[in-house]
């Protein structure tokens, strides 16, 4: 868990009085204009994820102060705003991994994984004053300050070498914007390579796609590092680059009604992949009888159409269409009603009775029931 008791030192970078955070209210308080740093002792993502985005909105009488909010996750996938879980989670070892979900921010950028071997920032600036590369430069001087000899790449990622310990993403929000990221110091690698590697090399989509790169932990480089010095030099630099003191723990927060209703928003349905912008996917299968082809289509986590067609034993390719005027047996016309019964349903949800049941008053043939299989497996990995 995060600990808003920052290590003791003699650098003078430490802070020990924590500001009390607001009590019971049912919608954002008048900010307190002192507070201008922040940490989470809360480990669980979507209140910091919430908390976040109340962060910007809640200063908005005040968007000439910079803020910054420091915060650690218990285990999850983050996807970016408009991008799309089947492209980028693999979402088969995400459940083999009991408690893990993914989770869509929102913010865009790429997809990261949290958990509490890598620390979490955000810089919160006006929007006229707002520099991305200058908010990563005060990050960059923070692991500097920690003996890493790293550097800032073109797309604003912290980097040592060729291999990247920090992702970044930006938001803009009337009058504020802000830039966060994930440092990664003790993360386990292992299963962010797991859950972030995927192969629907055939998914074409219309939302963002993450930038894949080599990535190592801080203490691989220095193992003395821990996330309370990464949190001690991100403060230290922020207060050089800005003029800011005071620091306030985060607490007691969940009682706000906005991070309360954002928390339930954001492991909803509608919120996780009915956000998903438009995407294909062509996939096809050999059997016994013959070869199907697919090409899905989906909008907002719904399926808007489903093309299959067959290649005989000659490997010509058959369309339904033709398989319904009499081109090929009457089995194979079936892949029609398929069609028909996967139209309009959720994305990656439907199951072979699904399939089944949605042929009407005609029953199963073997024909049905290897494509309902298939579909079902291959739209839930």
């Known amino acids: 868990m995060l600990s808003s008791r920052l290590p003791s030192c003699s650098s003078g970078r430490c802070f020990r009085n924590l500001y009390p955070c607001y009590r019971r209210y049912s919608s954002p308080p008048s900010p307190t204009l002192q507070h201008s740093i922040y940490i989470s002792k809360s480990t669980n993502p979507y209140f910091n994820l919430s908390f976040e985005d109340w962060f910007v909105l809640f200063r908005h009488k005040a968007p000439d102060k910079p803020l910054l909010l420091l915060y650690r996750d218990d285990p999850c ?19 083999a991994r009991e408690g893990i979900p993914f989770i869509r921010r929102r913010s865009g950028g790429g997809t990261v994984y949290h ?153 909803s349905w509608d919120w996780a992949y009915g956000q998903t912008p438009e995407f294909t996917y062509t996939v096809s299968q050999a059997f016994k009888w013959g070869t199907v082809n697919a090409k899905i289509r989906s909008k907002h986590g ?24 009499g081109a090929v047996n009457s089995t194979d016309s079936r892949l029609k009603e398929v069609e028909r019964a996967l139209q309009g349903r959720k994305y990656g949800f439907v199951s072979v009775m699904d399939i089944l049941n ?24």
């Open 77 to 95: 996938v983050v996807i970016g705003r408009n991008q799309n879980p089947w492209k980028e989670v693999n979402l088969s070892a995400l459940r």
């Open 115 to 267: 958990d509490l071997g890598n620390t979490n920032f955000s810089i919160h600036l006006p929007r006229t004053s707002f520099n991305r590369h200058l908010t990563a430069q005060v990050v960059l001087r923070a692991v500097r300050s920690l003996g890493i000899d790293a550097t800032v790449n073109d797309r604003n990622d912290i980097c040592v070498g060729k291999e990247k310990i920090c992702w970044s993403a930006y938001k803009i929000v009337s009058q504020r914007a802000y830039h966060h990221g994930t440092m990664l110091i003790s993360t386990q690698l292992d299963t962010l390579g797991d859950l972030l590697h995927n192969t629907k090399d055939t998914m074409e989509t219309k939302g963002v796609a993450s930038v894949r790169s080599p990535v190592r932990n801080l203490q691989q480089f220095k193992r003395t590092i821990t996330h309370e010095a990464f949190v001690d030099a991100v403060i230290h630099e922020f207060r050089e680059e800005y003029e800011v003191q005071a620091v306030n723990d985060v607490d007691n927060c969940k009682d706000i009604e906005y991070i309360q209703n954002g928390m339930l928003e954001l492991p």
């Open 302 to 325: 719904l399926i808007l159409d489903c093309d299959l067609s067959v290649s005989n034993t000659e490997s010509q390719v058959v369309s339904t269409s033709a398989v319904l005027q």
């Open 358 to 381: 949605g042929l009407g008053n005609k029953t199963g043939t073997r024909v049905t029931e290897d494509v309902a299989f298939w579909l079902e497996k291959t739209m839930n990995s």
